[in-house]
């Protein structure tokens, strides 16, 4: 399975776009590549998934290189709101097994 | 539409009780997941439910048991609680195509404490 690294933690202003790298050097071809939230106490939130180039949806947009071997999600024009743990998972949706990692804790500040 | 409701909320036991969580799955979902969330870490997978059998298992052992009921409704059981399986637990429902899962969403968890 496919190990993901990303920053423990980061800190941003609201109003400012907010970039998150996760390394994932052994990505498989069947992988993909889905971020997660959580804020304390709550099951992990849904926010993006991809396989390659740039997807984005409402909330957020991720990017992917094209040897896949990291992604990049984007939170445009964070708010207080946005503080939370951020997590990068990759994996086969096929099995639907996901791993979580250590995550990075976003604090957004005023 | 109903999200993915856990039950109970909080729960207390003591060292060696046994204790069973329960899931219902997000309408329209058939796959259930469990995860095991110690503080300041990332879930942990236990196992999968789909079409009422164990479909995958993660790293837990025999004392982690569950089961998947027709609606797809699901439990955990753990025996022989230990202190160290003080955790939230979480579970995650998604759908099965027959080619791949849709996105998975977690319901708010069940806070187990073991005194």
């Known amino acids: 399975l496919a190990k993901t690294t990303q920053p423990i933690s980061m800190d941003s202003y609201e109003g400012q776009e907010v970039n998150i790298t996760c390394s994932h050097n052994?990505?498989?071809?069947?992988?993909?590549i889905t971020w997660y939230q959580q804020f304390p106490s709550q099951g992990p939130r849904f926010i993006i998934q991809g396989y390659k180039t740039k997807v984005t949806n409402e909330v957020a947009s991720l990017f992917i290189p094209a040897d896949r071997k990291s992604s990049t999600l984007s939170l445009p024009r964070v708010s207080l709101s946005d503080t939370a743990v951020y997590y990068c998972l990759v994996g086969d949706p096929v099995k639907g097994k996901l791993i979580f990692g250590q995550g990075t804790t976003l604090q957004v500040k005023p | 539409d109903a999200g993915v409701t856990q039950s109970p909320t909080h729960l207390i036991k003591t060292r060696g009780q046994q204790v069973t969580l329960r899931c219902s799955p997000k309408?329209?979902?058939?796959?259930v997941s469990w995860y095991q969330q110690a503080l300041g870490q990332g879930p942990q997978f236990i196992f999968q439910?789909?079409?009422?059998?164990?479909?995958q298992r993660g790293n837990f052992p025999d004392r982690f048991s569950g089961h998947q009921f027709p609606n797809y409704s699901s439990e955990l059981n753990v025996n022989a609680l230990l202190l160290g399986d003080s955790a939230l637990y979480l579970c995650?429902?998604?759908?099965?195509?027959?080619?791949?899962?849709?996105?998975?969403?977690f319901g708010q968890g069940t806070r187990l404490t073991v005194v």
């Open positions: 309408s329209g979902h058939d796959t």
């Open positions: 052994n990505i498989a071809t069947n992988d993909y």
């Open positions: 995650a429902s998604s759908f099965f195509s027959g080619k791949q899962n849709t996105e998975a969403f």
């Open positions: 439910y789909y079409e009422e059998e164990e479909r």
